[in-house]
């Protein structure tokens, strides 16, 4: 990490910098995972809240660049596997500024979608680009690189997905009882699908995912993308 970070711990002109690389990369890592209000790591770690908000800029892209190497391709990755295929929202504030943009009316909360691909074992195989809350996962599988990447591909989703060329469960006929054919098939996919979900209860073990992101919007591309590469390098741990 030293030397991928240019051999040297971030300095400032003035004062000493409070932490040190090694304590300044644990701080982002606890932000992350725990995702505190920057105060709280502040008391925590023996710093102001100011210094916390800079580490985290500062070391949250390096972070990322860092575990580049870590993350695969996700078109190698899915070679010759089947992909199965989930959204999940982030839920971050509700920014005024942004209107009904995020809002996902199905979750009824704002924040991003963030499409997950994952293989039949549940391991993760790639995490797309965040796009506006409000999006359905057809647009936001269209919109992202995933319908590129995985063309090729069989590929499991939920009936959100209808449309695509996804495989997805059968809707039931408008005035009918659904087929007992149908039930097993949707129960089987169902079962296969667990493996997605797995995937992504795992990525939001980094709390910033599963609870509210309270940070600038345009920062979070590069969280997920951090967050991403290390959901990776863990595998090799």
């Known amino acids: 990490m030293h030397t991928a970070l240019g051999g040297s711990e971030p300095t400032a002109r003035g004062r000493p910098c409070v932490l040190g690389l090694y304590q300044s990369v644990v701080l982002v890592l606890f932000l992350l995972r725990q995702n505190p209000v920057q105060q709280v790591a502040a008391e925590l770690f023996g710093v102001s809240q100011s210094t916390v908000s800079r580490r985290l800029a500062l ?21 010759g596997k089947v992909v199965l295929v989930d959204g999940t929202l982030v839920t971050t504030w509700d920014w005024a500024c942004h209107g ?20 039949l074992d549940g391991d993760l195989l790639a995490v797309s680009a965040p796009v506006p809350g409000s999006w359905h996962d057809v647009r936001a599988w269209r919109e992202s690189e995933f319908e590129a990447l995985f063309t090729d591909r069989e590929t499991i989703g939920d009936l959100g997905y209808i449309g695509t060329g996804i495989l997805t469960g059968r809707r039931k006929p408008p005035g009918q ?31 910033i995912l599963a609870t509210r992101y309270r940070g600038p919007l345009s920062t979070f591309p590069n969280i997920v993308r951090t967050i991403t590469a290390l959901a990776f390098f863990r595998t090799t741990w």
């Open 59 to 79: 070391l949250g892209p390096l972070l990322e660049r860092v575990l580049a190497e870590f993350v695969p391709d996700p078109a190698q990755a899915s070679s």
């Open 100 to 119: 009904i943009e995020l809002f996902s009316g199905k979750h009824r909360d704002t924040g991003f979608n963030l499409q997950i691909a994952a293989t």
């Open 177 to 207: 009882q659904r087929p007992k054919a149908d039930k097993i098939f949707n129960h089987s996919l169902s079962v296969l699908r667990a493996a997605v979900e797995r995937a992504i209860a795992h990525l939001k073990d980094w709390k």
